[in-house]
């Protein structure tokens, strides 16, 4: 595991880090932590009280004998909006295997895995953000440790 702890990006008003790279074999993880601020702090208190108007609705459709939607989707779930890739000096075709967020109330988090590993004797990974249309936004370099 290498723990960089490289700032990222600013997504939806939350500063991102990149808290570690995870090689392995036959994967990539990253973990990606976001540090609490007003904007995360303001995004949760909108989905406690989403949620508490939520649960009012669930008990009232309950009482009436109907079914309810789901609830809101809570705020580190928009993580999983941002689009992440990663790019070494071999060329590799990574895609995406996976990721899972959370982050309500709580401290912000988004953990991705891509594949292939990375290859032997590759010394650089870089980790792009990119907006909508693909473009990339902002990149990591990470010099990587010799194994």
């Known amino acids: 595991m290498f723990t960089p702890l490289a700032p990222l990006?600013?997504?939806?008003g939350v500063t991102l880090v990149l808290a570690s790279v995870e090689l392995w074999t036959r994967s990539v993880r990253l973990r990606i932590a976001g540090l609490n601020n007003d904007s995360s702090d303001r995004l949760d208190e909108e989905h406690r009280r989403a949620l508490q108007g939520w649960a009012e609705e669930v008990r009232d459709a309950h009482a009436r004998g109907m079914a309810r939607d789901a609830p809101?989707?809570?705020p580190g779930a928009?993580?999983?909006?941002?689009?992440?890739?990663?790019a070494d000096g071999a060329g590799t075709d990574y895609r995406s295997a996976g990721s899972s967020s959370g982050g309500?109330?709580?401290?912000?988090?988004l953990e991705a895995a891509f594949e292939p590993g990375m290859p032997a004797?590759?010394?650089?990974?870089?980790?792009?953000v990119k907006d909508f249309d693909g473009s990339i936004v902002h990149e990591v370099e990470l010099k990587l440790p010799e194994l």
């Open 104 to 109: 309500s109330g709580t401290e912000w988090r």
């Open 9 to 12: 990006v600013d997504f939806n």
């Open 72 to 74: 809101p989707r809570e």
């Open 78 to 86: 928009r993580l999983l909006d941002m689009g992440l890739a990663l």
């Open 121 to 128: 004797g590759a010394s650089e990974l870089t980790v792009e």
